[in-house]
């Protein structure tokens, strides 16, 4: 793996922090599509009234917010993102469902400035797979969390199970505009593979994990929707598709709009299938 793990932080800092607007924007559509995912870490993490929950990387806080429902006002979520402005936009949101269990915090995963065994459990959606060092965050997750407490996340599997994604990238890179993928380096299908993820989970002292798949798919009202999603949420796509011109970002929209039409439906608007592995550890 030729990369600079430390450049690769800051520029995965500046592309979060930049990507949060859109998260926010977009917060009630994202909750909705990924709704499952959300059902998937919650039933499996169980948080109990009273606890405190950690979450991590939460971006806009949906996921937190529902744990917070769980624990009740006895209980504490700590919300927490790396991206200062994830945090701010979870706060918002927090704040206008009026929830007040919730702590928002910038913490970075892999250095946690939190006590040892300070939560009785912790989740992460969509985050492990994007950290530089994914080894050390799940340490990390392991060292704060009360000793047999659970630890729930999703990360997304492999291109082919994951068109939505997968064919922007796809297309980017044939058009020039992003590097291919390195093999091993951090990016949305980094923990495609079951094995990695068991070698890094008891790796971290955690049991044997249990993995499952959890398939949906992301709905679009039309392209212009599905684009949307893509420069306002999608992370280095997003920062790849800013950088263009106008005529090559308008020849970029039509060559995926072209390479998406297999998931157009008849009415105009799209269903792109999607697939996460879930994880549970102890």
């Known amino acids: 793996m030729n990369i600079d793990l430390d450049e ?15 998260w926010e924007a977009r917060a009630k559509w994202m909750s909705e599509s990924a709704g499952v995912v959300n059902d998937w870490i919650l039933d499996k993490l169980d948080p109990q009234p009273r606890e ?10 949906d996921l937190g917010l529902r744990i917070a429902e769980r624990v009740g006002d006895g ?7 790396f991206a200062p402005e994830m945090v701010a936009a979870a706060r918002r949101i927090g704040d206008g469902r009026g929830l007040t269990n919730v702590e928002y915090r910038v913490l970075d995963a892999e250095r946690m400035d939190l006590d040892d ?3 009785d459990s912790a989740a992460c959606r969509w985050g492990y797979m994007l950290m530089a060092d994914p080894a050390a965050a799940l340490i990390e997750t392991k060292r704060v969390l009360h000793s047999g407490g659970p630890l729930a996340f999703a990360v997304w599997a492999d291109p082919e199970r994951n068109p939505w994604a997968a064919i922007p990238a796809k297309t980017l890179v044939e058009r020039g505009h992003m590097p291919a993928p390195e093999p091993g380096a951090p990016g949305i299908f980094a923990l495609a593979d079951h094995d990695r993820i068991r070698s890094l989970v008891s790796g971290a002292g955690f049991g044997e994990p249990e993995l499952e798949e959890i398939p949906f798919a992301f709905e679009y009202k039309d392209f212009d929707d599905l684009w949307d999603s893509l420069v306002r949420l999608a992370g280095p796509l997003a920062y790849a598709i800013k950088a263009l011109d106008e005529d090559e970002r308008r020849a970029t ?8 039409a297999p998931f157009r439906n008849e009415d105009g608007s799209y269903s792109a299938p999607a697939l996460c592995i879930g994880a549970l550890a102890r």
């Open 117 to 119: 065994e300070s939560v």
């Open 253 to 260: 929209y039509e060559a995926i709009e072209k390479n998406v």
């Open 75 to 81: 209980g504490h979520v700590l919300s927490t993102d």
């Open 52 to 61: 405190t929950v950690l979450d991590i990387a939460a971006g806009p806080g």
């Open 8 to 22: 690769y932080r800051e520029r995965s800092l500046e592309t979060w922090d930049e990507m949060a607007a859109g």
